[in-house]
């Protein structure tokens, strides 16, 4: 077999990557984890509903990761791009990467923990405010906007959802339809709980001199105040080294999701993913979870590989 540099090259490293680099150091593997640092919770200054670190810096949790995996000599994290993965050319399996720098790196194994980008209505203003005063999840923002004057503003019917979790933190919550067909269920759900449906549309929104959010722009020239905002972002995988394997997808909601197993393993031989590229639903924890699972599953798969290389070695030895 072809000695390759690293026994796994991890792409990616927020949550997802670096839980699985810690699994993989503790398994004395060699590990490069190459990170363009640009973790999807970047926008905001505080994290909620990670144990043991609510209300902290998802930056700090990162860095205090990376601090962690100092540990394990065989551990690498490097700050950079990937910008191509090929599988490489013998019959072993394993991968071969190119940076954006140029650098090339083999593997025995990969792991894609690139994320995911958020995809915003096109807002004027919004923008500015995402990770401040809009967010996508109830249970990471909402809290600390309860009894506050909060605006859900919808890109479809589903929205309506996020609109009553947001009702279990505030009793001033309007929602905004955007011309979105709201079924009558969800309509009567919605003023059955206090609150407002707004049927004009919302053309901007507006930040104050400090750069705040004021309020809400609508198309008659009307400005609803508004403490805080909750839009859904259409999510897009980071999956362009996914897509140069060819790992297979699977389409929901409009969107291609790579198929994995409950360990992250796709069907491409060697190839893992884990976190926010395989799935919207993660939250930090969760994404820590995958990587766990990613980082013992490739151990465990590399270990089979290590059995049956000894195998061959000691009958080639015997013959
Ligand atoms: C505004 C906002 C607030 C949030 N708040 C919370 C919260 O309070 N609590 C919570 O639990 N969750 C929160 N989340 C969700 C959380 O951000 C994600 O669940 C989590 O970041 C997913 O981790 P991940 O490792 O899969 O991806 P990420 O954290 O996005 O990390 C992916 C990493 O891969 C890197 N990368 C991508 N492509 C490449 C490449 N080609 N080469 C090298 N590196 C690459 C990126 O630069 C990045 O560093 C929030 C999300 C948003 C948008």
């Not at 065989?74 to 190119?98: C, H, K, N």
């Not at 709201?182 to 059955?192: I, S």
Request: proline share 4%; net charge negative.
């Amino acid at each position: 077999m072809q000695r390759t540099e690293w026994d796994v090259i991890i792409v990616g490293g927020g949550s997802a990557g670096l839980s699985a680099a810690l699994m993989l150091g503790r398994s004395r593997r060699r590990v490069l984890v190459v990170d363009g640092s640009e973790p999807r919770n970047r926008f905001s200054a505080h994290m909620h509903g990670v144990l043991g670190h609510d209300h902290s810096s998802p930056l700090d949790l990162l860095a205090a990761g990376r601090a962690e995996l100092t540990r394990y000599h065989d551990v690498a994290v490097e700050s950079g791009t990937v910008a191509s993965a090929s599988p490489l050319d013998t019959d072993d399996i394993g991968f071969e990467v190119v940076l954006e720098s140029g650098e090339r790196h083999t593997a025995r194994r990969m792991l894609l923990a690139t994320g995911l980008r958020d995809e915003l209505p096109d807002i004027p203003g919004l923008t500015e405010q995402w990770g401040r005063n809009a967010a996508l999840c109830p249970y990471c923002d909402g809290w600390e906007v309860r009894d506050r004057r909060i605006a859900v503003i919808a890109t479809d019917a589903t929205n309506a959802h996020q609109a009553q979790l947001m009702r279990q933190l505030s009793p001033h919550v309007t929602f905004y339809t955007q011309g979105v067909n709201l079924p009558d269920a969800a309509r009567v759900g919605l003023e059955a709980r206090g609150i407002a449906i707004e049927s004009r549309t919302v053309v901007e929104v507006v930040g104050d001199e400090t750069g705040d959010l004021r309020g809400i722009r609508l198309d008659d020239g009307t400005e609803d105040e508004a403490d805080s905002i909750f839009v859904a972002p259409r999510p897009v995988p980071n999956d362009r080294l996914l897509r140069q394997l060819r790992a297979r997808t699977i389409r929901q909601n409009g969107v291609d999701w790579v198929l994995v197993d409950a360990s992250g393993r796709t069907n491409v031989p060697g190839l893992w993913a884990a976190g926010n590229i395989a799935t919207a639903q993660s939250s930090v924890p969760v994404a820590m979870a995958a990587g766990n699972l990613a980082g013992s599953g490739i151990n465990a798969d590399l270990v089979e590989e290590d059995i049956r290389e000894a195998i061959a070695a000691a009958q080639r030895d015997d013959g």
